[in-house]
């Protein structure tokens, strides 16, 4: 017999796919902020600040 071969299970995304994001919009920040000087300041304030309020809101939603 031969055995059929497994479909891989798609699981992986919703554990580490809002990581990921944030992880690159932690990466896009700081590249931002050390690059650019005009809006790159403004947006690395928000990429930077992003990770800081999902937590807060994850610790004040427990």
């Known amino acids: 017999m031969t055995e059929r071969p497994r479909r891989h299970n798609r699981r992986w995304l919703p554990v580490f796919g809002p990581p990921f994001v944030i992880g690159a919009l ?35 939603r427990r």
């Open 26 to 60: 932690s990466i896009a920040g700081l590249l931002s902020a050390l690059l650019d000087e005009g809006w790159g300041r403004g947006f690395s304030w928000v990429a930077l600040g992003l990770p800081l309020a999902i937590a807060a809101w994850v610790w004040w």
